[in-house]
């Protein structure tokens, strides 16, 4: 079974300023990895994905993030936030294997820009 | 760009009612998933459906919940007789093939009173 850790429940930081969410999963197979993004009262939109090949995987709205699977980790990152990116943050892994795919969630990181 | 519509947006409920969620995927997808989410807390999986049955379900997909693809274009998830604890975002997504994400509707906020 997988599953997935986001410490940083809320993170706040000011518009232009870098920011990293923090992402730790477990699995004792291989995983495909996700970023959704959630803003307030909407569904849960795809920011980017690591599926294989580059452990650095760029997606939408400038945002990136790194696989490491020695640290079973996949952290999100933005050099610079403006309010728009208000949001929340999920991050999501599938097995590799014959199943489905069903997607196991963290429990979500706020992400607060002020200006 | 396709996306997954789902209806209603919200519905209100009394406990013991029968409720059922709509959901209709992008067309060429194959795989069909429900999430919930209760308010405050992370998303969880329901229930995975593929060539008209269900793949997998969780502990929470107990016998009150049911899903069915009647018509080739809608998917549903019902709940028999509705607890208060069934109160959350309802999720609906799909996706064309093993290799590739799911694609999330907006959700549809369901309230048991």
Redesign the interface.
């Known amino acids: 079974a997988q599953s997935v850790t986001q410490l940083d429940s809320q993170v706040p930081v000011f518009e232009e300023a870098p920011v990293e969410l923090r992402c730790n999963y477990s699995s004792s197979v291989s995983v495909y990895l ?1 970023w ?1 993004v959630q803003y307030p009262n ?5 920011l980017l ?1 690591y ?1 294989s090949g580059s452990t650095l995987v760029k997606g939408i709205n400038g945002f990136e993030a790194e696989f490491n699977k020695s640290q079973t980790s996949f952290h999100l990152r933005k050099p610079s936030v403006h309010i728009s990116d208000t949001a929340e943050y ?1 991050c ?1 892994v599938s097995d590799l294997g014959t ?10 990181t706020r992400l607060l820009v002020s200006p | 760009e396709p996306e ?1 519509t789902q209806t209603p947006s919200h519905q209100v409920t009394q406990m013991g009612q029968e409720v059922i969620l709509r959901c209709v995927p992008i067309s060429n997808h194959l ?1 069909f ?1 429900w ?1 919930r989410q209760i308010l405050g ?5 329901l229930v ?1 459906f ?1 060539n008209n049955e269900i ?2 379900k ?1 502990e929470i997909f107990d016998d009150q919940f049911s899903v069915e693809r009647p018509d080739g274009s809608n998917f549903t998830l019902k709940i028999r007789s509705t607890k208060l604890e069934d109160s959350a975002m309802y ?1 609906c ?1 799909s996706k064309v093939g ?2 590739y ?7 549809t906020r369901l309230t048991v009173t």
């Open positions: 996700f959704y909407q569904g849960l939109q795809l994905k599926l999920f999501a199943g489905f795919q069903k997607l196991v969630f963290g429990t979500g | 997954v795989y998933y999430y807390q992370k998303v969880e999986f995975s593929y793949s997998e969780s999720f997504a093993l290799l994400e799911q694609y999330f509707g907006p959700g």
